[in-house]
């Protein structure tokens, strides 16, 4: 078994598909009424319209979880994506930050959010 995809609930999807695809630079793999879809490395992320049923399955209601739903984007520039990003409008909670690190790297991170409120968050590996 192995991950494939994360679809994220969104409130408004034409907002939430310009912020990962022009913001962000994701590029988008489909879309189609109440869903896009966006490649991620190994990974799909898809944005469905809050309360749109696709491909005939049941949208259970959300309770309220958005602060422990989190993304995290490895980058290989941190510092230039960040300055690149914020230069776009991102507003970010910090500078990058160290969270983990070995004598010959740190792994820095910096965290956002979308227009729902999801929390992403920016890593890459640094010299220390």
């Known amino acids: 078994m192995k991950l494939t995809s994360i679809t994220l609930r969104v409130a ?15 590029k988008l793999k489909f879309g189609f009424p109440g869903l896009a879809t966006f490649e ?11 309360g749109v049923a696709a491909a005939g399955m049941k ?3 959300t309770v309220g979880v958005l602060a422990e739903t989190e993304l995290v984007l490895e980058v290989p520039d941190i510092h230039g994506s960040v300055r690149s990003l914020t230069s776009r409008g991102v507003v970010f909670e910090s500078e990058p930050k160290a969270i983990a690190g ?16 999801h929390r992403l968050v ?4 640094v010299a220390p």
């Open 12 to 26: 408004d999807l034409p907002k939430a598909r310009q912020f990962y695809e022009q913001t962000l630079g994701l």
């Open 59 to 61: 949208i259970p209601a």
């Open 102 to 117: 070995d004598p010959s790297r740190r792994l820095m991170a910096a965290a956002f959010k979308d227009p729902d409120g």
């Open 122 to 125: 920016l890593t890459g590996w």
């Open 40 to 50: 991620a490395g190994y990974l799909t992320i898809g944005l469905q319209q809050h």
